[in-house]
């Protein structure tokens, strides 16, 4: 096997940024390959939730004094960092929510309820993550709204033919993911967006997967909404992004009612809420979250996210060529435009004792359905297992991966 092309990454400094892969699990160093489920985090992001604490933890937007004025405008300064890493046209069209979750919930519930009527349909991709079917699935039982699935073909690539045929004057709505979490596809998402715009529907976009390991342009994928967490691109958790276009936000109501979200609330004359994007940030929101979510941006683009992606394709490459050669392991996902994950079972072995097991070897993978059960059934599987790259891992843990897995695999046969 060839090895890996001198890399662009300096793969050693991304290291030393993470302070949790210096430790140990069972004696053994940690191999972290559990990614898509949530990134480490880097010391520039600790430290700036250590500093908001420390320095100037106050509510935002309320407040006169010095310490509201310094988060408020770290916190808004986050806002004009996404909009910039999204290329959207506006701050007002980034909304802080508490993930990819509740964003998707967000226009289920908002646009969704105000928009939907009997009869009207609902397309949604059969590998799509739980958190973009079980909203439309509620949707679609209290409003009489039809929900049609688009078909995967056996190597995990979304059936573009199908979904052109699914599309009619009744769709309202096309959900699908950017990246699926459990299959590591890479989907066309701006020729689906022109497809759905060419029959008057929207397109939302689930970017969860996508925005760690490649450039975001929401202008340019022509997308409605598009949604994305801050664990699973090395920020913190609890807090997420809806990015939603200006006139569509605008239109909507609000989903969730209190603070902040109005400019006026009275009993005799009714409440007059906020502009966009307050309007759907009722509350006070996490906001030494949102601020490290910054920070997490500003590393990803310092260390620069074109060479990540790179160095992740390669270990990625790397990774499927030494899978291959595993007796009685099929990889669940070949799609030919793929990243950084590898999904796989192995003949008479369950992927639960798998995973016990490569952790006593200090191996950090994921398995189960990964919260995709419906593409997964599709396979007749109930779960895999599932190992994914982020841009701190080497080659040397791949081999290490791949080593300890062999290993587990003798074990339990």
């Known amino acids: 096997m060839n090895a890996l092309s001198e890399p662009m990454l300096d793969v050693a400094r991304v ?31 600790i430290e700036t939730l250590d500093d908001y604490y420390r320095r100037y933890n106050a509510n935002i937007h309320r407040g006169l004094h010095t310490l509201a004025d310094e988060a408020t405008a770290a916190y808004e300064g986050t806002r004009d960092k996404v909009r910039a890493w999204l290329g959207a046209a506006s701050s007002r069209e980034i909304i802080f929510t508490r993930g990819t979750t509740e964003a998707i919930n967000l226009v289920a519930n908002s646009w969704g309820r105000a928009n939907l009527r009997p009869g ?7 590998m799509e993550h739980h958190s973009n079917i079980v ?13 049609k699935v688009i078909p995967v073909d056996e190597r995990g690539v979304l059936d573009q033919a199908a979904y052109r045929e699914l599309l009619g004057e009744r769709t309202r709505l096309v959900c699908v993911n950017h990246v699926s979490n459990a299959l590591g596809t890479v989907n066309p998402v701006a020729e689906m967006a022109r497809e759905a715009h060419a029959h008057d529907a929207l397109i939302l976009v689930d970017g969860a997967q996508a925005v760690p390991h490649q450039r975001v342009d929401v202008h340019a994928l022509g997308v409605d909404f598009y949604a994305f967490s801050g664990h699973k691109m090395y920020g913190p958790t609890g807090v997420g992004v809806l990015y939603g276009r200006e ?129 997964l059934a599709s396979m007749g599987l109930e779960a895999t297992c599932r190992a994914s790259l982020a841009a701190y891992n080497t080659p040397e843990e791949v081999d290490a991966f791949v080593e300890a897995l062999e290993k587990v695999i003798a074990m339990v046969r």
């Open 247 to 375: 006139a569509l936000l605008e239109a909507m109501p609000p989903w969730q009612g209190g603070g902040e979200m109005i400019s006026r609330v009275s009993f005799d004359q009714g409440t007059v809420y906020s502009d966009i994007p307050h309007k759907f940030e009722a509350g006070t929101p996490a906001i030494a979250e949102v601020i490290a979510l910054g920070a997490a941006l500003d590393w990803v683009a310092a260390t620069g996210i074109d060479m990540m992606a790179a160095w992740e394709g390669q270990l990625l490459e790397r990774a499927t060529a030494k899978l291959r050669d595993v007796e009685g392991l099929r990889l669940i996902g070949t799609a030919p435009d793929k990243v950084s994950v590898l999904s796989f079972v192995v003949d008479g072995v369950h992927a639960q004792d798998i995973g016990l097991l490569i952790d006593q070897l200090g191996v950090a993978i994921r398995t189960g359905h990964h919260c995709a059960q419906p593409v």
């Open 135 to 147: 909203p439309w699935q509620m949707l679609a039982e209290a409003l009489d709204v039809t929900l």
């Open 120 to 126: 009207d349909e609902i397309l949604v991709s059969l």
């Open 15 to 45: 290291r030393r940024d993470f302070p949790i892969l210096e430790r140990e699990v069972h004696g053994k160093p940690l191999i972290y390959l559990d990614n898509a489920a949530t990134t480490q985090t880097p010391s520039a992001v």
